[in-house]
């Protein structure tokens, strides 16, 4: 009954290949996010969503793509993968309007993409 | 802008020792203020958290306080074990659920038994 889940946890591919991560949360929460933890961990926004609405669109190369079936899934879809990508993706979520900013995010376990 | 600064780690220390870890902050509005820990291979888990000034958080022996005053929010343990070493991060968030959590660049610590 894992609260935040990803898959897979770990993914190797060769470069310029396409990928997907996939997310799913139990909690109920209407807000997903994906982070990007580089070698170095420290750790970057890469898109949000509320209730499927993308919120959030950082500076991110136009090869990743999120994609929202429902407010409980909110997966990470990659192009041309470079060398540059490898790092871990981690998936988040947290509840949604009416609780203000006070409310933490939960997150997954992490997917570490290796590109070679 | 909002932003997050945390002392640079690795910082090793001996088991029982006091731990400080420095974090302060920039923020436009009125932050949210968190301690994330990241264990060896796992995700990032809340430890505690301070919403508004002078409020503080504590977990597992950890505390940390929202200073608003000096913009920080640093965290303190006065006896760590080998098990707490990990990742440490401090974070920000402002507004509304779906707005951005900011992170600092992350801690690490080292315990030796």
């Known amino acids: 009954d894992t609260a935040v889940s990803q898959t897979p946890k770990y993914l190797v591919t060769q470069m310029g290949n396409d990928k997907s991560i996939k997310c799913e949360q139990n909690l109920g929460h209407d807000t997903m996010y994906w982070y990007k933890q580089d070698s170095k961990k420290f750790l970057k926004i890469m898109f949000s969503?509320?209730?499927?609405?993308?919120?959030i669109n950082e500076t991110v190369p136009n090869r990743f793509s999120p994609k929202s079936p429902d407010k409980a899934h909110l997966n990470l879809h990659i192009n041309s993968l470079e060398l540059g990508d490898s790092a871990v993706y981690f998936c988040a979520s947290s509840p949604s309007l009416g609780y203000g900013g006070d409310t933490e995010a939960f997150f997954g376990q992490g997917t570490r993409l290796t590109v070679v | 802008g909002n932003s997050v600064t945390q002392m640079e780690g690795p910082v090793t220390l001996s088991e029982e020792a006091f731990l400080t870890i420095n974090c302060t902050y920039t923020?436009?509005?009125?932050?949210?203020l968190f301690w994330y820990v990241q264990y060896p291979g796992e995700g990032l888990q809340l430890l505690l958290k301070?919403?508004?000034?002078?409020d503080k958080g504590s977990n597992k022996g950890f505390e940390a306080t929202y200073r608003k005053e000096t913009t920080s929010f640093h965290l303190e343990k006065g006896s760590v074990q080998v098990s707490d070493s990990a990742v440490y991060f401090c974070?920000?968030?402002?507004?509304?659920?779906?707005?951005?959590?900011?992170f600092g660049s992350g801690t690490r610590l080292s315990i030796r038994p």
């Open positions: 969503y509320n209730n499927k609405e993308l919120i």
């Open positions: 923020a436009t509005g009125y932050p949210s």
């Open positions: 974070a920000l968030k402002i507004g509304s659920s779906a707005s951005k959590i900011i």
């Open positions: 301070a919403t508004k000034a002078d």
